[in-house]
């Protein structure tokens, strides 16, 4: 098998790409930084750059199957021009993948995509599965609703689909956990807010199984790609603490003082989405780390690059 991935060198796609070369399969790599492009054993880099349209069409050669994870991060203040760019890099490279497919010969029969569960409304109750299409109109619903049309496109070449929903990902070299357990470690962490929001997390080493799963079985639809037991934000809080052996005594944080320091971005503290994995479950896939307490002993157990 040979698979085209976006992203490749990203917090995911790098743990993407060590599993699939476990399984002795052959990666092509988009990259719009034409230094990186290098060939070694059963990987092979090619040009592209979403925003002119260009690409390299020697990436398909060989292709049974993309996986598609680029995207510019949305863990950065959300200025006018940089929400648009947030936009623009998901359905920019999904249609410049899709033009190319469309006019060129290939034998590319699947795309697996990510998602994400921000395309669920903040909420304390519900517990959001994959039927769920009551959508709000929020910043953060719009951009997933907009990237999974673009991504949709390809089932009219014949291809299956998969788009996999991600929730916050647990990695100690990148996202969201390094920059909870910074101040932890120093003895100054903090819950956000009242703490009782639900996060859907999972594991980044469950993620890319998940990936590689669903490519392998040729899955097809929407999958929420989360861990089966969600905790809210202080239970969370809470674990990082104890497994570190610190104190978390300080004051939770107020809502407007984060909005003071992050600007619309701060929604991505507060919001409450408790998310079902059971559709992926019921299609075979098993977690590794089925507890955010597992999940963050085995990642906070080493040193974690804050």
């Given at each position: 098998m040979k698979v085209l991935v976006t992203g490749a060198t990203g917090l995911i796609g790098k743990e993407i790409v060590k599993i699939l070369h476990a399984k002795g399969i052959t990666i092509h790599f988009l990259t719009t930084a034409p230094e990186k492009i290098k060939s070694k054993p059963n990987t092979k880099g090619y040009y592209w750059n979403p925003k002119t349209g260009e690409i390299d069409e020697n990436c398909l050669a060989g292709v049974d199957a993309v996986i598609h994870l680029?995207?510019?991060s949305i863990a950065k203040r959300w200025t006018k021009k940089y929400?648009?760019?947030?936009?623009?890099?998901?359905?920019?490279?999904?249609?410049?993948?899709?033009?190319?497919?469309?006019?060129?010969?290939?034998?590319?029969?699947?795309?697996?995509?990510a998602s994400a569960i921000g395309v669920y409304p903040s909420s304390f109750t519900s517990n959001y599965n994959e039927e769920f299409n009551k959508f709000e109109d929020t910043f953060l619903a719009n951009v997933v609703l907009k990237w999974e049309g673009s991504v949709q496109q390809f089932s009219r070449l014949g291809l299956n689909v998969c788009k996999l929903r991600i929730g916050?990902?647990?990695?100690?070299?990148?996202?969201?956990?390094?920059?909870?357990?910074?101040?932890?470690?120093?003895?100054?962490?903090?819950?956000f807010g009242s703490?009782?929001?639900?996060?859907?997390?999972?594991?980044?080493k469950d993620l890319a199984r998940m990936f590689v799963f669903s490519l392998e079985n040729n899955s097809d639809g929407i999958f929420n790609a989360v861990a089966p037991n969600p905790v809210t934000h202080r239970e969370m809080m809470f674990s990082i603490a104890r497994?570190?052996?610190?104190?978390?005594?300080?004051?939770?944080?107020?809502?407007?003082?984060?909005?003071?320091?992050?600007?619309?971005?701060h929604t991505l503290l507060f919001e409450s989405?408790?998310?079902?994995?059971?559709?992926?479950?019921?299609?075979?896939?098993?977690?590794?780390?089925?507890?955010?307490?597992?999940?963050?002993?085995d990642l906070l157990k080493k040193k974690i690059n804050v």
């Open positions: 680029a995207g510019a929400k648009q760019e947030i936009v623009e890099s998901r359905v920019l490279s999904a249609n410049l993948l899709f033009q190319l497919l469309k006019t060129h010969p290939h034998q590319v029969k699947q795309i697996v995509s916050l990902v647990l990695s100690k070299k990148g996202g969201a956990l390094p920059q909870l357990v910074k101040p932890v470690r120093f003895g100054l962490g903090s819950v703490g009782k929001q639900w996060q859907s997390w999972i594991h980044v497994i570190l052996k610190k104190p978390l005594f300080f004051p939770n944080t107020p809502r407007v003082i984060m909005k003071l320091l992050l600007g619309e971005m989405q408790k998310v079902s994995s059971a559709k992926i479950q019921e299609n075979g896939f098993h977690f590794q780390f089925l507890s955010a307490e597992e999940a963050l002993t």
